[in-house]
């Protein structure tokens, strides 16, 4: 049962434009969520995140978007540059616990000159 | 400063052996992490330490999985009986403090079981 889902395996857009990529979760009791990026054979990069108490996180050309009544978040990457080209992971958190990462199977995008 | 590194970067064992992939996290991080990455899924948890104790080993798949952190920085992840279903890509990552929500990925050891 996947807690933490990316429902779009891959994303594309052109250079400039709006990049949305959209998450879903299904715990109530996740209360922090994450945005990794990754490129292949790195280890993911910590992007930005946001706390439950809030609904909108911002950073530079980068939003994160919370609704929680839908248990749904998403990033915005404004405008795109080719070198936001990379997998984009979703992750989630519990507060108390291990606080372990919960991660979604990620998102591709491609940002094309 | 240095960022999370493991080692070896690649490991090549036949089916049956005995691997230890090590973690060396950021200077003055006291919790450590192991997640494994299988082609085309996330991260999935395996254990997180804080400081010498496992906090939470409850995603290592079975008994042929362990992990140690004997001095609170360094950990070696040991996988015995190696099966091909072991191949993957193992992350550590390391953040300042159990809570400290924001984690910080290593390079990651990427195993492969023929």
């Known amino acids: 049962d996947q807690q933490v889902k990316q429902n779009s395996p891959s994303l594309s857009v052109q250079e400039g434009r709006i990049s949305i990529l959209n998450c879903d979760y299904t715990n109530s009791m996740f209360d922090y969520f994450l945005w990794y990026k990754k490129y292949p054979a790195e280890g993911p990069t910590f992007l930005i995140s946001i706390s439950s108490i809030k609904d909108k996180n911002e950073d530079g050309r980068f939003t994160v978007f919370l609704n929680k009544s839908a248990k749904h978040l998403s990033l915005h990457i404004v405008p795109s540059q080719p070198g936001d080209s990379a997998v984009y992971f979703c992750?989630?958190?519990?507060?108390?616990?291990?606080?372990?990462?919960?991660f979604g199977k990620g998102t591709k995008l491609t940002v094309n000159p | 400063g240095a960022g999370v590194s493991q080692t070896p970067s690649n490991k090549v064992t036949e089916k049956g052996k005995y691997v230890e992939l090590r973690c060396d996290p950021i200077?003055?991080?006291?919790?450590l992490y192991w997640y494994r990455q299988s082609l085309g899924q996330g991260p999935e948890f395996l254990i997180y330490?804080?400081?010498?104790?496992?906090?939470?080993d409850s995603g290592l798949p079975n008994d042929r999985f362990f992990a140690v952190r004997p001095e609170g920085s360094v950990s070696t992840l040991k996988i015995q009986r190696t099966e091909r279903g072991d191949s993957a890509v193992y992350l550590c990552a390391s953040s300042l403090s159990a809570g400290a929500y924001e984690q910080y990925f290593g390079p990651g050891t990427r195993l492969t079981v023929t």
């Open positions: 330490f804080q400081g010498t104790g496992a906090a939470d």
């Open positions: 200077s003055g991080h006291t919790a």
């Open positions: 992750a989630a958190s519990a507060q108390g616990g291990s606080e372990k990462l919960v």
